[in-house]
């Protein structure tokens, strides 16, 4: 199995681990940011419980006003609440609350709060005379809870980047793929011409010529310049938008394996059928359809080393859709490589470069605006792929 521009996967899977690193190494540090000015907090708060308690044994009116002024002023950021030892509520500190609350709702938001201070942090006991106690309890600040949640919203925002890296490269990419496809039907349709036009011209001579008279070789020729005509169509058709008509799909379906029947091995069987009526149409571009049809079929004779049967089924899939499903008898696809089959350069062969799949799939995905799928495969019993096209 060869698989072309098989460095993108590694491209892209660089660009998720730088970014994992980015973040890993963002939240790493902003972590240690976040407990250092946890501890710092802490030590506030620690500060402003034994400002409390030095207050009521001051010795001086100065030493109370220097405490009040440059300890328990200082803490303009921390939300505290101090109790007594029965919880009751003495005072509190840096706490938001709603105009116009009543005592009661002040109470009940002050309670909820102690309750979630609880969660973050112990609080911090002040002793006081007699084995009586205090309780300050106090939860993070503004600024320390937004830099407790930066790192993952900045970790969203890097994985973000990382997407649309991602996304740009991956459409970087299939420009550049259909630049290649372009480029190439292009130039095989205009290399086709020349020798189209000769081997026409040995037509001509030998149609009119008698000694070829009643040769049945001529008709042949005549067959596969045709065929060459149909194929330089097709080259031609890619990277334009192919013109699209309501054609009898079953119709349009058995003309392309009675071409096949006669140019692969006789001993693969064909069978068609429909289970809706002979007249339904869907919009199709015949040459390229056929086109699809021929590379999905070779690669079930090949899968089947030239010996097996390959069943072609239309149905109906409600009012707007009908599905082609071709089953063949081959060896299967494993499970792992469902997802590869169609892309450019997959083949199990020795020889080949693995774009039949593909070019059939962009046909009917981008070109017909349909679906081609594996619709299921089993190692050693068969392979059946879906087209779903638009009636």
């Given at each position: 199995?060869?698989?072309?521009?098989?460095?993108?996967?590694r491209?892209?899977?660089?660009?998720?681990i730088?970014?994992?690193?980015?973040?890993?190494?963002t939240?790493?540090?902003?972590?240690?940011?976040v407990?250092?000015?946890?501890?710092s907090?802490r030590e506030?708060?620690?500060?402003?419980?034994k400002?409390?308690?030095?207050?009521?044994?001051?010795p001086?009116?100065?030493?109370?006003?220097f405490?009040?002024?440059e300890?328990?002023?200082?803490?303009?950021?921390?939300?505290?609440?101090?109790?007594?030892?029965?919880?009751?509520?003495?005072?509190?500190?840096?706490?938001n609350?709603?105009?116009?609350i009543?005592?009661?709702?002040?109470?009940?938001?002050?309670?909820r709060?102690?309750?979630?201070?609880?969660?973050?942090?112990?609080?911090?006991?002040?002793?006081?005379?007699?084995?009586?106690?205090n309780?300050?309890?106090?939860?993070?600040?503004?600024?320390?809870?937004?830099?407790?949640?930066y790192?993952?919203?900045?970790?969203?925002?890097i994985?973000?980047?990382?997407?649309i890296?991602?996304?740009?490269?991956?459409?970087?990419?299939?420009?550049?793929?259909?630049?290649v496809w372009?480029?190439?039907?292009?130039?095989?349709?205009?290399?086709?011409?020349?020798?189209?036009s000769?081997l026409?011209?040995w037509?001509?001579?030998?149609?009119?010529?008698?000694?070829?008279?009643?040769?049945?070789?001529?008709?042949?020729?005549?067959?596969?310049?045709?065929?060459?005509?149909?194929?330089?169509?097709?080259?031609?058709?890619?990277?334009?938008?192919?013109l699209?008509?309501?054609?009898n799909?079953?119709?349009?379906?058995?003309n392309?394996?009675?071409?096949?029947?006669?140019?692969?091995?006789?001993?693969?069987?064909?069978?068609?059928e429909?289970d809706?009526?002979?007249e339904i149409t869907a919009?199709?571009?015949?040459?390229?359809?056929?086109w699809v049809?021929?590379?999905?079929?070779k690669?079930?004779?090949?899968?089947?080393?030239?010996?097996?049967?390959i069943a072609?089924r239309?149905?109906l899939?409600?009012?707007?859709?009908?599905?082609?499903?071709?089953?063949?008898t081959?060896?299967?696809?494993?499970?792992s490589?469902?997802?590869?089959?169609?892309?450019?350069?997959y083949?199990?062969?020795?020889?080949?470069?693995g774009?039949?799949?593909?070019?059939a799939?962009?046909i009917i995905d981008?070109?017909?605006?349909?679906?081609?799928t594996?619709?299921?495969?089993?190692?050693?019993?068969?392979?059946?792929?879906?087209?779903?096209?638009?009636?």
């Amino acid at each position: 199995m060869i698989l072309i521009y098989s460095q993108k996967n590694r491209i892209k899977l660089l660009v998720v681990i730088f970014a994992l690193i980015i973040g890993a190494a963002t939240i790493t540090y902003t972590n240690i940011l976040v407990s250092k000015l946890s501890e710092s907090e802490r030590e506030l708060v620690q500060l402003y419980a034994k400002g409390l308690r030095y207050m009521i044994n001051a010795p001086s009116d100065d030493n109370i006003v220097f405490i009040e002024q440059e300890i328990l002023s200082a803490n303009q950021t921390v939300p505290v609440i101090l109790t007594d030892e029965y919880e009751n509520i003495l005072d509190t500190k840096n706490i938001n609350f709603p105009e116009n609350i009543s005592e009661d709702k002040k109470k009940q938001l002050l309670q909820r709060e102690i309750t979630k201070m609880k969660e973050q942090h112990d609080p911090v006991v002040v002793p006081w005379a007699e084995g009586s106690v205090n309780y300050v309890f106090y939860k993070d600040s503004a600024l320390l809870s937004q830099l407790r949640y930066y790192p993952y919203v900045q970790l969203v925002v890097i994985a973000c980047f990382a997407l649309i890296a991602y996304f740009a490269f991956s459409y970087s990419r299939r420009a550049e793929q259909n630049r290649v496809w372009v480029g190439l039907a292009k130039e095989t349709a205009h290399q086709l011409g020349t020798p189209l036009s000769s081997l026409m011209a040995w037509y001509e001579y030998m149609k009119t010529s008698p000694k070829f008279e009643k040769e049945p070789i001529v008709a042949e020729l005549w067959k596969d310049i045709r065929r060459l005509e149909v194929i330089t169509e097709r080259f031609s058709n890619i990277g334009s938008v192919p013109l699209l008509r309501d054609e009898n799909i079953l119709q349009v379906t058995q003309n392309a394996i009675n071409y096949l029947q006669n140019r692969i091995s006789s001993k693969v069987a064909f069978s068609i059928e429909a289970d809706f009526p002979a007249e339904i149409t869907a919009k199709v571009n015949v040459s390229l359809f056929d086109w699809v049809i021929e590379n999905i079929c070779k690669n079930a004779v090949d899968a089947m080393e030239g010996r097996g049967s390959i069943a072609l089924r239309l149905s109906l899939l409600g009012k707007s859709y009908i599905a082609l499903d071709i089953a063949d008898t081959g060896k299967g696809i494993p499970k792992s490589k469902m997802d590869s089959v169609f892309l450019p350069g997959y083949t199990t062969k020795k020889r080949g470069w693995g774009l039949g799949l593909a070019l059939a799939k962009r046909i009917i995905d981008n070109y017909h605006q349909g679906k081609l799928t594996v619709k299921s495969s089993e190692i050693g019993k068969g392979t059946t792929f879906r087209i779903v096209l638009n009636r």
